[in-house]
């Protein structure tokens, strides 16, 4: 097991934890400070208060810091991870890499992560298929891969890094560590916290609390909130490892691993040369028998005999679990909002869990920044609710079908198994099949009242190219942005395209940029260059079009002229639900007066 140890005299400790050979990891312990309330006995009211700085909570704070707002951050806990130091999360898929490049953090994933190509499935004793990733790229636009390991624990040590700029007035989130939120009540008005901490408790006052307290969150029942579980049978033990002489940093997934009675393994790389490998359990196995270290080695011996240095390898974490399954009917109540796995359990195939925390705080951070900062009507803040539980609907049942390949019932569910297996083994197109899980993706928002019918659809980080020649990205454009809107129009501009755009421009919620493919001029202030249609291609646009982009990267509208549908699209996107009236081109130039 993980334990904590003195820090390793050798090790490089940026992060305050570092990997030490012998020693399993030492993880960062955040100091506790007594708040001001405690020592003045003053109630102080908060615009934005996010309970549980795990990767959802920090995420929330980095995208509303970047986007300047101030929130407070309260965490239970004092150290990143949960508690036990597990890694948990190991995977973390392509939307959520293009938003820590956003927030800052993703070249830091990239270079102390993982990136494998080859992913090699067995059951039984035979190879099922294998695949290289690298041969299956060219449909992806994106300047980042379609997914890094990396211990959950470094993200989050990434995240409160940022949040901590070196000029303090710079700071903008407030996090105190040893928070435990123990009470809650809301009126019309605002919400009433009470912390407790180690120097006391004391009462705070919301007027949005952000629940990212995780799978155990007490704002469930505090809110009264209907819960759809389900909990199953399947038990797992993960064990993360360090070889002596490590295999080939390939992914490695067995249905039927002879060496675990024909039950699931899987066998990953992650930073630091610490392999993931997941077993199997027994239905209902004791947590406690099973990750015994004897029983542990027992189990490693078994699968890679003695060629690994497995006798000497170096157990880093050992973790039992089960999985549920769940989604509460609502992910706002009244001024609470439930994001990660305080809105949404699911099973961890295809890592669905913590890359969609990560993306409910990405779509929160912007509304409530609009909304905070009087660009958008709190209206839009209910969008939240309509596209991260369609989302989450989405995801459970994905995960869910994962779960159920993996564990089949006895009867059709074991047929079609046995089935897609000995097709798989023989014919390419059974691969797809084989349901080992699948990967995290973008979620498409089909009854969000916050986009159009042309939009809600997410868009990928392409590359681009600056006025001068030099090259950008897409979350380049949308940093700049600074959480507007970002109208983005295709093409040569008329005379009239050109005014109505300029006039668009002064509005203070929106960005207005012309794209320019080679051969097309440019006659907008603002322009970049799109030299191989890939930010078109991106917005789910052809010729000359326009796409409004919100600033989670997500297509709000599309439209080929700039007229009254734009003016729809806008009032969507903002919650204002404003109507294009009379003359759509006047009604521009209003609303740029
Ligand atoms: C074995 C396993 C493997 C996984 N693999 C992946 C993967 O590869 N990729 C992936 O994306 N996801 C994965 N997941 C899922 C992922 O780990 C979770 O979805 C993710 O941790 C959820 O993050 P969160 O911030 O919402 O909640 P948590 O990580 O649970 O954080 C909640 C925070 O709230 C704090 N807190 C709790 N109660 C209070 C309170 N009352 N007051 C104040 N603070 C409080 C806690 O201290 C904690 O810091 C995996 C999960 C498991 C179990």
């Known amino acids: ?80 991870g949960v508690k036990g130091a597990s890694s948990r999360g190991i995977c973390y898929a392509q939307k959520t890499l ?19 190509s080859i992913g090699r499935t067995f059951a039984g004793a035979d190879e099922v298929y294998s695949f290289d990733l690298r041969q299956q790229q060219t449909h992806s636009l994106s300047q980042q891969p379609p997914f890094i390991n990396i211990q959950q624990f470094y993200v989050e040590g990434f995240l409160i890094e940022q949040l901590s700029p070196a000029d303090p007035a710079d700071r903008l989130i407030d996090t105190r560590w040893k928070h435990r939120i123990t009470a809650f009540e ?42 759809s579980a389900q909990k199953g049978d399947d038990r797992w033990c993960i064990a993360d490892v360090r070889f002596k002489h490590p295999p080939p940093a390939e992914r490695h997934t067995w249905i039927e691993a002879p060496f675990n009675e024909g039950r699931a393994v899987w066998q990953h790389l992650m930073a630091d040369g610490v392999w993931r490998v997941d077993y199997q359990m027994p239905p209902l196995a004791s947590a406690e028998a099973v990750s015994r270290e004897d029983v542990v080695r027992a189990r490693l011996s078994k699968q890679f005999g003695h060629e690994l240095g497995v006798d000497e390898c170096e157990i880093v974490w050992v973790g039992p679990y089960a999985y549920r399954s769940e989604c509460l009917d609502q992910l706002r109540h009244g001024r609470v909002f439930f994001a990660g796995d305080a809105a ?85 197109f059974a691969r797809q099949l084989v349901n080992t899980g699948r990967m995290s993706t973008p979620n498409t928002y089909t009854r969000s009242g916050a ?36 109208l983005l129009v295709f093409g040569d501009l008329s005379a009239g395209a050109a005014a109505r755009l300029r006039a668009l421009s002064l509005r203070t919620d929106l960005r207005c940029v012309q794209v320019i493919a080679p051969g097309e001029s440019a006659s907008a202030t603002e322009h970049v260059l799109d030299p191989q249609g890939h930010l078109q291609a991106s917005c789910h646009v052809f010729g000359h079009a326009w796409a409004l982009l919100r600033p989670d990267s997500y297509v709000a509208a599309t439209g080929e002229s700039i007229d009254a549908s734009l003016v729809h699209a806008l009032g969507l996107a903002l919650g204002t639900g404003e109507q294009p009236q009379g003359n759509a081109e006047e009604k521009l130039k209003g609303k740029a007066a």
């Open 98 to 116: 293009e938003i820590f490049r956003r927030l800052g953090i993703y070249e830091r994933i990239a270079s102390k992560g993982v990136q494998w």
């Open 1 to 80: 097991m993980l334990e904590t140890h003195e820090p390793y005299a050798g090790a490089a400790l940026a992060n305050g934890y570092a990997f030490a050979e012998g020693a399993g990891y030492t993880l960062p312990e955040y100091p506790f400070v007594a708040p001001p309330e405690i020592l003045s006995g003053e109630v102080k009211r908060y615009p934005v208060v996010i309970v549980g700085a795990g990767i959802t909570g920090l995420t929330l704070a980095c995208a509303l810091a970047q986007y300047g707002v101030r929130a407070l951050l309260l965490d239970e806990d004092n150290t990143v």
């Open 451 to 486: 986009c159009s019918p042309t939009g809600g659809r997410a868009t990928q980080n392409v590359a681009l190219a600056w006025p001068d020649g030099s090259r950008g990205e897409l979350m380049d454009l949308l940093k700049w942005a600074g959480g507007r809107l970002l």
């Open 344 to 428: 949404h359990v699911m099973s961890p195939f295809g890592a669905r869990g913590g890359n969609s925390g990560v993306q409910d705080a990405d779509n929160l951070a912007w509304k409530l920044a609009a909304v905070l900062q009087g660009r958008a009507a709190p209206a839009l803040l209910d969008s939240y609710h309509e596209e991260r539980h369609e989302a989450a609907e989405y995801n459970l049942r994905v995960t869910n079908r994962t779960a159920r390949f993996l564990r089949p019932a006895d009867g059709a569910e074991r047929l079609f198994r046995t089935a897609a297996l000995g097709l798989a083994r023989r014919y390419v």
């Open 186 to 227: 809301q009126n019309a008005d605002f919400a009433t916290l009470t912390a407790a901490t180690p120097a006391g408790s004391y009462t705070l006052q919301a007027e949005h609390v952000i629940d990212c307290s995780g799978a155990h969150s007490p704002f469930r029942q505090w809110c009264g909130i209907p819960l």
